[in-house]
């Protein structure tokens, strides 16, 4: 018994053949087309490539893509991606190109990830747990009692739509001030820039790396630089270090996990990010002083976090 894979991400899309513990047996990658119908004949041809390759056991096709998912795991119901994924029945859209040979489950990319920890990575053992991935902007997953929590609609654990400072600043999704604003790689590399206009004397580093050209310093250079212990990019970590600590504090007040698990490629340098993270935990908490505290860890299942939890959840 084998399931079929598939994360639509905004550059590619990855797809795996995924036995029945999840483990990956063979893969395939295509860039992202930017239109519905041509991701669709993607993974339909992926599909009958994974049969004709001798996987003639997939027994379901899990497909992790970026939007609001309806509670039924078929329809995107809103996408700030693909234009079209308004509404978009995409488990029928791909199960037309494929006979309905087997079920198309869709869920979105950040519960994929969240659940891709929670059964193969730093989740597991947990009872309630709380996924955040500071990516592009910052995704959410929720576990309680060791089931993925999608809501009454399927739109929870928006928690980079958590409104933190009102009235603030412009986000996306429309609404101003939201979690993401303030954690994410995109505001490590705002906080990052603001720093080096107040402050010139002290960003050197950030110069240099960038090269010379403020406009153009992203995040990985930030990490580079925070590293080395360069001021300005401890202080950029710092700054977005506070906000998910002040973020994880609000989650709590609602869910009260036992583990918040924190993924993305800035999660790299550990303790720079997570140390401030966990200060302002435990700062903003409610009764801080009297209540057991969730342990704050870096996620360990890697770049195949999505692919795993969509494949598990596919058959659930
Ligand atoms: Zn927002």
């Not at 047996?25 to 860039?31: F, G, N, S």
Request: glycine residues 12%; charged residues 20%; contains cysteine.
């Amino acid at each position: 018994m084998t399931t079929l894979a598939i994360d639509i991400g905004g550059t590619k899309i990855a797809a795996a053949v995924c036995d029945e513990n999840d483990s990956i047996i063979q893969r395939w990658r295509v860039p992202t087309p930017m239109d519905a119908d041509a991701i669709n004949q993607h993974i339909a041809e992926v599909y009958r490539e994974a049969v004709a390759a001798g996987h003639t056991d997939i027994e379901a096709i899990g497909i992790s893509a970026a939007g609001n998912v309806s509670a039924d795991r078929k329809t995107l119901t809103f996408s700030a991606n693909i234009p079209a994924w308004i509404n978009y029945d995409l488990s029928e859209h791909v199960g037309a190109l494929i006979d309905h040979a087997v079920p198309v489950v869709v869920e979105n990319d950040a519960n994929c990830a969240g659940w891709g920890e929670y059964v193969h990575g730093a989740g597991q053992g947990s009872s309630n747990m709380v996924a955040l991935t500071v990516g592009t902007g910052l995704g959410g997953a929720i576990v309680i009692n060791g089931q993925l929590y999608r809501g009454s609609f399927g739109m929870a654990a928006e928690l980079g739509h958590l409104p933190m400072v009102p009235d603030g600043d412009h986000c996306g999704c429309g609404l101003r001030g939201c979690a993401e604003r303030y954690t994410s790689g995109t505001s490590l590399e705002n906080f990052a820039k603001s720093a080096v206009r107040r402050r010139p004397q002290d960003a050197k580093r950030l110069m240099e790396l960038c090269g010379g050209d403020i406009s153009k310093l992203e995040g990985p250079m930030v990490s580079q630089a925070a590293q080395e212990g360069d001021v300005l990019g401890l202080y950029a970590f710092g700054k977005i270090g506070e906000w998910l600590g002040r973020t994880m504090a609000a989650v709590s007040a609602v869910l009260d996990p036992d583990l918040f698990v924190i993924g993305g490629g800035v999660v790299a340098v550990g303790d720079i990010l997570l140390e401030p993270a966990r200060y302002n935990y435990q700062r903003f908490l409610e009764g801080s002083a009297y209540r057991g505290h969730a342990k704050i860890v870096a996620a360990t299942a890697g770049q195949d976090a999505g692919l795993i939890g969509a494949a598990n959840l596919a058959l659930r």
